[in-house]
């Protein structure tokens, strides 16, 4: 029996093996400065890690925004997140919200962002940390530290030329330009936009078809292919071997391979028909 853990700026819900996560700060546009947003990731995913009730985890905001990122209010003033020298700030950035890459690199299972409304910032890395996008036609995307004379602190470079490609990363970055959904799915951003009422059913459905796959290899799977983001190709192919012994030894593989093979097996409806 497991127990959801309890949030403080975001709420829980599992069904179907689909972990939601929800921010719950739309009085900040769901900022991760300033709140518990990111300690909410960051208990949430190492949640889901142990649990293997989870298949899939969602990712999405209540309210107008998914995440504005930083609290410009926070930075104006020189407080919270923003207080101190360099030093001090070095430090708070690392063990702050620089937890928040490490632990979507963590993540066990594929994880969507269900893009409710404006992603800035932080909040548009955020969203390139999973592993897929489903965007509201309501949605905006910015990489907009350079307007506000900052970089993206929280590996932001990092993940979108490995989404995008440099060329149009070093653009979006570079300008701090602000992207409509449209323009973000034509870019390779966003797999899907949707209309705002559809946009939790689009998610779910998506998660609903990863869910329904053998979960131990669903977790392999998505390992590797973190794993393949920074491994030369003999030795992936060495990991690939290991994982692949390791999955033909799960209950749920010779399952699958025997459903297969009924399927296989039986006659068709039409075949049949012609027998009569």
């Known amino acids: ?42 208990q949430a995913i190492t949640w889901a890690n142990s649990c293997l009730e989870v ?17 410009v209010k926070d930075m104006a003033e020189r407080q919270g997140d923003f207080a101190g020298n360099a030093s001090e700030l070095e430090a708070r950035y690392r063990r702050g919200i620089q937890r928040l890459p490490l632990i979507m690199q963590q993540a066990e ?49 990092w993940f979108m030329q490995r989404l995008i490609g440099y060329q149009k990363a070093a653009e979006l970055t570079l ?50 292919m973190k794993t393949a983001q920074r491994t030369q190709l003999a030795d992936f192919l060495d990991i690939c071997a290991a994982y692949q012994g390791m999955a033909h030894q799960e209950p749920e593989h010779l399952s699958a391979v025997n459903q297969l093979i009924d399927k296989m097996n039986k006659p068709s409806l039409a075949h049949s028909k012609e027998n009569e």
């Open 109 to 157: 299972m594929p994880v969507i962002a269900a893009v409710n409304g404006a992603a800035i910032g932080a909040g548009f890395d955020l969203a390139n940390m999973c592993d897929l996008r489903i965007a509201s036609n309501k949605a905006k995307f910015g990489e907009t530290f350079i307007n506000l004379g900052l970089i993206p602190g929280d590996g932001g470079a």
């Open 175 to 224: 300008t701090g330009r602000i992207i409509d959904a449209q323009e973000a799915e034509a870019l390779g951003i966003v797999l899907q936009v949707v209309e705002p009422e559809s946009l939790m059913d689009a998610a779910n459905g998506m998660a609903l078809e990863m869910a329904s796959k053998p979960a131990a290899a669903l977790r392999l799977t998505k390992r590797l």
């Open 55 to 71: 298949a899939v985890v969602i990712i999405t905001g209540a309210g107008a925004a998914f995440s504005s990122g930083g609290n």
């Open 1 to 42: 029996m497991f127990v959801l853990p309890k949030l403080t700026d975001s709420t829980l819900s599992l069904d179907n093996k689909i972990l939601t996560l929800t921010f719950n700060r739309d009085d900040v546009r769901n900022a991760l400065t300033g709140t518990h947003i990111v300690d909410d990731i960051v």
